[in-house]
């Protein structure tokens, strides 16, 4: 059972932690530091309202429309714009993000301002909070400077004066306060690991999360020593940092990447952090736009594209474009002989929905074959690319679509890649540290064939890089971490310039672009897109946040 410690904000009954989009010094008109600040489970309210302004379901989505895993096709959307190259200093999103964030620092500077004033609370108590929300502070800046990159930096609170004063810190700056901050914690010990974290704590952070933080920081930096050394030790010293696996579902051990983002799956082997959600109480609606219609989803209006389905292998282990294709793929019937994780990810013509009595239905996209979730046109209501979304499909919400499935933030697959990849980068993976990360990945996606499986020795290091880039986007895709990939290995110009598709069972022109269909035409500047713009309306309040970021 999930325990409540995510509590809606609204609930705390304290006005001055809310957010303020001018870095403004907190009212008091509901109560004083001196009234609040007087027992342990009010420090945990606080404490609880930063595990919310830290990350959501919403955010997740989000980044993954700025990839090209998935595309808006329907009616408005900030990230659309984005990667259509039209958004401005005035997007609304640049200014919500930003909002969202600053308010969520805030909350832990007033905890941290204040937590002292409450005497009887024990010291190891006392100790936990401070680190839990020191590594929440740190991961909101993280956020806060991806997006950004220079930015206002502060690790007390400053008053309305101030806040229209502020300039940016540099990015290196404060990555390297992050750094900093996650290496005290992990040095405190205050965080219990995985293995000491009672069930009713479930969703709280441990010292595994601070670690595999710490190397996704490093990470994207492409500082590859560090992200190396890390992520060996959660892997080689698991009596110290928390024991951790790949999740294998027993009852049936080909679905286990599929039953790994289910409700029945939650708080499993594998998840080191997640963002906690509660039925009926704190839910999500995204897949309603995502979802098949048949599912009862409103409208299709966020789309999995061809470049993410192509990328799935065969079960043979091999592409199936470019020199190395299978043989065997036949481009008229796509979907045989993949990759279990596209079934498990994504809904396409002929698919063999499962549902959670054991029953199956079968969907339809392609055009023509007269189902509520066939392809019709690029304006109607259903998929506009011939997919919709499956993984995080929560097959136990209502009709109203409000889902308490957990958003998983950290899991083990994550550090085998981190430690895959910062191997090759070093020095040309060798076959145990593949046997280490790639292919206990494949083992549990259900591959069996040598050439999926095996190391493949007679690969460069620069394919066998293109091979773990490839195989990160896969096992990674719809958890909103492909934006950020595409960021840290600049690609933005060779992914995200010029059409996304959709699929070939759309009746377009043969002859143009082989006849998948062209679903939307992006723009990207590497003079630009690397970075969001400082909101308008916070350069109009302060003239020390310019100069903006280049391109806006």
């Excluded at 990447?257 to 959600?277: A, G, K, R």
């Excluded at 481009?331 to 498990?344: F, G, I, Q, S, T």
């Excluded at 509520?372 to 097959?395: A, C, L, N």
Aim: aromatic share 12%; with cysteine; glycine share 6%.
């Amino acid at each position: 059972m999930k325990k409540l410690i995510y509590i809606f904000a609204g609930i705390i009954p304290i006005v001055y932690f809310l957010s303020c989009q001018k870095l403004s010094v907190s009212p008091t008109d509901k109560f004083t530091d001196e009234s609040y600040w007087t027992s342990v489970s009010k420090a945990q309210l606080v404490l609880n309202m930063a595990y919310n302004q830290m990350y959501s379901a919403n955010t997740m989505w989000q980044d993954e429309q700025l990839s090209d895993n998935l595309v808006h096709t329907y009616g408005a959307s900030d990230p659309f714009s984005i990667r259509r190259g039209e958004a401005t200093p005035a997007l609304g999103l640049f200014a919500n993000e930003w909002k969202g964030d600053y308010g969520g620092i805030k909350t832990c500077l007033v905890f941290l301002d204040n937590i002292d004033r409450i005497t009887d609370i024990p010291e190891a108590t006392k100790a936990r909070m401070i680190d839990e929300i020191r590594f929440i502070r740190a991961f909101i800046y993280f956020r806060l400077v991806n997006y950004y990159g220079a930015v206002p930096f502060f690790t007390d609170e400053i008053t309305l004066d101030e806040a229209y004063k502020v300039s940016r810190t540099p990015k290196s700056e404060i990555m390297t306060f992050i750094h900093s901050e996650l290496d005290d914690i992990i040095k405190n010990g205050n965080l219990p690991t995985s293995d000491n974290l009672a069930q009713e704590e479930n969703g709280r952070i441990t010292l595994g999360a601070a670690v595999a933080f710490q190397a996704r920081a490093y990470l994207y930096e492409n500082n590859y020593q560090k992200v190396k050394d890390l992520t060996t030790e959660m892997m080689n010293d698991q009596d110290k940092y928390g024991h951790y696996s790949l999740f294998t579902y027993a009852a049936k051990k080909d679905m286990s990447y599929f039953m790994l983002f289910t409700p029945e799956s939650e708080y499993n082997s594998e998840v080191i952090l997640d963002e906690t959600y509660v039925p009926n109480l704190k839910t999500w609606t995204n897949m309603t736009s995502m979802a098949p219609i048949s599912k009862k989803a409103q409208i299709s209006a966020d789309n999995p594209t061809q470049e993410l389905v192509d990328c799935y292998l065969t079960m043979n282990g091999l592409p199936v474009k470019g020199a190395d294709k299978d043989p065997s793929y036949n481009e008229k019937d796509p979907y045989v002989n993949r990759d279990p994780r596209l079934y498990a990810t994504i809904v396409y013509d002929n698919y063999k929905w499962l549902n959670k009595d054991g029953s199956t239905d079968i969907i339809r996209t392609a055009k023509g074959s007269n189902t509520e979730d066939s392809y019709i046109s690029p304006v109607d209501r259903q998929t506009k690319t011939g997919y919709y979304v499956h993984k995080y499909f929560d097959w136990t919400m209502g009709d109203n679509f409000q889902s308490g499935l957990n958003i998983i933030m950290f899991r083990y697959a994550d550090v085998l890649l981190m430690n895959a990849e910062a191997c090759n980068e070093i020095s040309k993976i060798t076959e145990s540290q593949w046997n280490e990360t790639i292919r206990p990945i494949r083992e549990r996606a259900g591959f069996t064939a040598a050439a999926a499986l095996n190391y493949p020795a007679n690969k460069s290091q620069a394919e066998l890089r293109d091979i773990i880039r490839n195989e990160r986007r896969v096992e990674l895709a719809m958890e909103g971490l492909r934006w950020f990939d595409i960021k840290r290995w600049k690609i933005g110009q060779q992914v995200l310039n010029g059409y996304m598709h959709g699929f070939k069972f759309g009746g377009s022109d043969a002859n143009v672009d082989g006849g998948y269909l062209r679903v939307a035409q992006y723009q990207f500047s590497d003079n630009r897109d690397y970075l969001w713009s400082v909101p308008l309306d916070q350069m109009d309040l302060n003239a020390n946040l310019k100069p903006n970021n280049p391109g806006y």
